[in-house]
């Protein structure tokens, strides 16, 4: 079974720029989340999907970050425009209901 | 809300050596817990989990941890640890399931020939 699939895996972007992340889930996992992971921390979530609705995106910047799920299977993550402080990890994850989250490779931002 | 803590940043072990890292959270009601492994520039891989029943909870790559609640502690533990074993190890509480994980800041594993 294919894993959770991440794109692009590297991306360096001037700051003020935008920027657009892409993530497949694992097929039938409703459940999907995109975490924030800066050097030397643990991830953070950004936002948790169930199916197409955003259930917690409590910890997204609103005034820069978007996110969405259409049709309840892949999900873009976007920023708008990128600062010095958004270079970080993003990882996608997936999850059937009601058990453990499946992580991507993950994306590399570097905003310079 | 949930959190955790790993205390130990780095932790250098021999190569064929016993592992434990640490890890402990807090949370008001019974978690779910849970135990990664990140490679350099990888994502996360699931090496455990606790939801309920034995504390004692075997996992993949030889890996075991242990829940005890009067600690609020779900240690990690290796018999013997090999080299492919180094490693960034992150321990994570959920409140529920499908709900977000909350993780600690990671321990480093090095392993030394």
Redesign the interface.
Known sequence: EAG?V?SPRYKIIEKKQPVAFWCNPISGHN?L?WYRQNL??????LI?Y?NEEAV?DSQLPKDRFSAERLKGVDSTLKIQPAELGDSAVY?C?S?P??????????T?LTVV | AQSVTQPDIHITVSEGASLELRCNYSYGATPYLFWYVQSPGQGLQLLLKYFSGDTLVQGIKGFEAEFKRSQSSFNLRKPSVHWSDAAEYFCAVGATYGNKLVFGAGTILRVKS
């Not at chain 1, 030397?40 to 979530?45: A, M, N, R, S």
């Not at chain 1, 209901?97 to 993950?106: D, K, L, M, V």
């Open positions: 959770v991440q459940t989340y030397g921390q643990g991830p953070e979530l948790r169930e917690d990882l994850a999850s209901r009601r058990t453990e989250a499946f992580f991507g490779q993950g590399r």
